[in-house]
């Protein structure tokens, strides 16, 4: 069942008893002074009879809590209760907030959910916190779906969000990458809220300046409708790290194209995030033993305890209202609304923004057991800590399941942001995958022309210098001691080829961490077209013989046609040399780029302008006549 907390706080005259909401339940009292100004906190949540008494429960515990902080002096902080539907419509929220919170002078609100469904929950906490901001009124929210809400920016903002956000995730992921040396990575996410805000924030984590060193690389980022379709690119990626962003649901069909495509072996790591784990740590059959994933408690129990914390911010908040030098008209204007929902009243409460101040530089002091609070500028909090979880098989092999555990956790403020324990690799590897592909092996076709590619004896060959080349088809090396024979400085089986194109080969398979071998085309020719077909070079391209050729293969327009050329790497300067004939060039030929009439108007025009400079000349010196 989707949990859905809202705190209100409002101010009213000093009363003897409090009324909870409509169905008559009410919070423990106690006295206060009669001087003090009762500030009420109520707590809205779900319609729901079971976890009503452990609500109550742990509101009374956050009261007494804060009964000795310095503006008790003064204020009251009094919770009550209020129930409101799971998915409510616009109406209902209009109502609620209309006739419940502003017609009683609610000062601030905290708003906690704990859906993960990334559907009409969704929609509605958009919506409850959009009128919020509508009307000026301060939100301290904790929500379990944030990633999908969209964020104010600007003066206007007026909320402050408990939970780990997704940017959050996005820095956890990247800690793991940094721990296990992963510097390349592919980006998966569907159309959910916020894909957008986790892809925007692993490009600004990988612009920074402070990763620089880290050489972050994203390989791809695929935004999927469908993904059996859409994935397809996958096929030949040269990633082996994908970091995905989906729903739980979402995640199945995801993986299950992943293991068709052949992405999900002991060379591959996949780490997601909180929505793809959810609140249960049993995953579905079709996910990936050996995942990585971030994770923050977001169960009834998690947020029930969420409420203490909501409350603490307010009343740290308050507490700072209540030290600030300021008059008692001053602080009043930020603890009464003046806004209402009818025409006879202004519809945004300008003290909601001075009071968000006090709310969000508030700085609290954690404790072993509990994290400090503070937040960041755009309402986030500064301090967070998430479960890093690895995915394993639990039970017997005919009835095995699939849980999450915890093996680490990661911190937002400190250098070593996480801590790690033993993992299980994908595959059941005994060691983390490299990240990176494995060398490939590829065939090279090449036909010798010095100095691009020179031949001489196999002996010739080093470490530094050239490399082995076949001469003669696979079929005529049958039966032949290749170990001996490319030893033999006499051998025309083998050959030792450099020049140019193999040095340049050689930095390639250094730089792109492959293999090959290179192997003399079979006919020997340069490739044209002969009855119609191509031959040389060219033919075992289009006959998929080979991966590549290596030549100094010159480009013209029938050989573009049919195969793709590297950009060029050399410019030879070759040029085309002429006997120059007597009488070539005519004596009057510089007058040829101007006919007759062009001439005279140059010539005229000259003299005009010269005749006028030297009379302007001798008119202003003072020796002229």
Not at 66 to 93: C, D, H, I, W
Not at 114 to 138: C, D, H, I, M, W
Not at 303 to 324: P, Q, S, W
Not at 424 to 430: C, K, R, Y
């Amino acid at each position: 069942m989707m949990i859905l907390l809202l705190v209100l706080v409002y101010m009213v005259p000093i009363s003897p008893g409090l009324d909870l909401n409509v169905r008559r339940n009410q919070i423990e009292r106690q006295s206060y002074s009669s001087s003090g100004t009762d500030v009420h906190v109520s707590v809205v949540m779900p319609h729901s009879i079971f976890q009503e008494k452990d609500y109550l429960k742990q509101i009374n515990s956050a009261k007494r809590h804060f009964s000795r902080m310095k503006f008790t002096r003064k204020y009251n902080l009094v919770p009550t209760l209020e129930m409101l539907e799971a998915m409510p419509g616009p109406t209902q929220v209009l109502e609620k907030i209309c006739k419940k919170f502003l017609n009683k002078n609610i000062v601030a609100l905290i708003y906690l959910t704990n859906s993960e469904n990334y559907g009409r929950e969704t929609v509605a906490s958009q919506y409850f916190l959009e009128l919020a901001k509508y009307v000026g009124l301060p939100v301290i929210s904790w929500n379990a779906d944030n990633a999908a809400l969209e964020q104010s920016s600007g003066t206007d903002k007026l909320q402050l969000q408990l939970a780990p956000t997704v940017k959050h995730q996005a820095q956890a992921m990247i800690s793991l990458l940094d721990r296990y040396s992963w510097h390349t990575f592919t980006v998966l996410t569907t159309k959910i809220g916020g894909h957008l805000s986790f892809t925007q924030a692993l490009r600004e984590m990988k612009n920074d300046p402070r990763n620089s060193e880290k050489k972050l690389q994203i390989v791809d980022i695929l935004h999927m409708e469908n993904p059996e379709l859409d994935m397809k690119v996958l096929e030949r990626t040269e990633s082996r790290i994908f970091l995905l962003y989906c729903t739980r649901k979402e995640a199945r069909t995801i993986l299950n194209q992943a293991s068709k495509i052949g992405i999900t072996g002991r060379n591959y790591v996949w780490i997601v995030t909180q929505p793809v784990i959810g609140e249960f740590m049993e995953a579905p059959s079709s996910f990936i033993p050996g995942m990585l994933g971030v994770h923050f408690e977001t169960t009834t129990i998690a947020l029930i305890r969420e409420i203490t914390k909501g409350i603490e911010v307010f009343a740290h908040g308050l507490n700072n209202l209540y030290m600030d030098e300021l008059s008692d008209e001053e602080k009043l204007e930020m603890l009464q609304p003046n806004v209402s929902c009818q025409d006879d009243g202004p519809v945004k409460w300008p003290g909601g923004i001075k009071l968000h101040k006090y709310l969000s530089t508030i700085q609290v002091q954690g404790t072993r057991s509990e994290q400090s609070i503070e937040f960041d500028t755009d309402g986030s909090m500064n301090n967070v800590e998430l479960k890093v979880m690895n995915l394993r098989s639990r039970g017997n092999t005919g009835s095995s399941s699939l849980i999450w555990e915890e093996i680490g956790v990661w911190k937002s403020r400190e250098e070593e942001k996480i801590d790690i324990k033993d993992i299980v690799w994908p595959g059941e590897a005994l060691k983390p995958p490299e990240g990176v592909p494995e060398r490939r092996f590829i065939t090279i076709t090449f036909l010798e022309e010095p100095p691009y590619i020179n031949l001489s004896p196999p002996t010739t060959c080093s470490a530094t210098k050239g490399s082995i080349c076949q001469m003669v088809p696979d079929s005529k090396l049958v039966g032949v001691n290749i170990t001996e024979e490319q030893k033999n400085p006499n051998s025309t089986l083998f050959k030792c080829c450099s020049g140019f194109c193999v040095d340049l080969l050689r930095k390639f398979s250094s730089d792109l961490s492959f293999d090959y071998a290179l192997k003399r085309v079979k006919d020997g020719k340069w490739g044209g077209v002969e009855n119609g077909t191509w031959n040389g070079l060219v033919a075992e391209l289009i006959n998929h013989e080979t991966d590549m050729v290596l030549t100094s293969l010159k480009i013209n327009s029938g050989r573009e046609s049919v195969i793709d050329f590297s950009v060029p790497f050399l410019e030879t300067g070759i040029t085309i040399l002429v006997s120059k004939r007597t009488g070539i060039i005519s004596p009057t030929a510089f007058l040829e780029p101007f006919d007759f009439a062009s001439w005279m108007l140059v010539v005229l025009v000259s003299v005009q302008v010269a005749a006028c400079s030297i009379f302007l000349f001798e008119w202003l010196s003072p020796h002229g006549y």
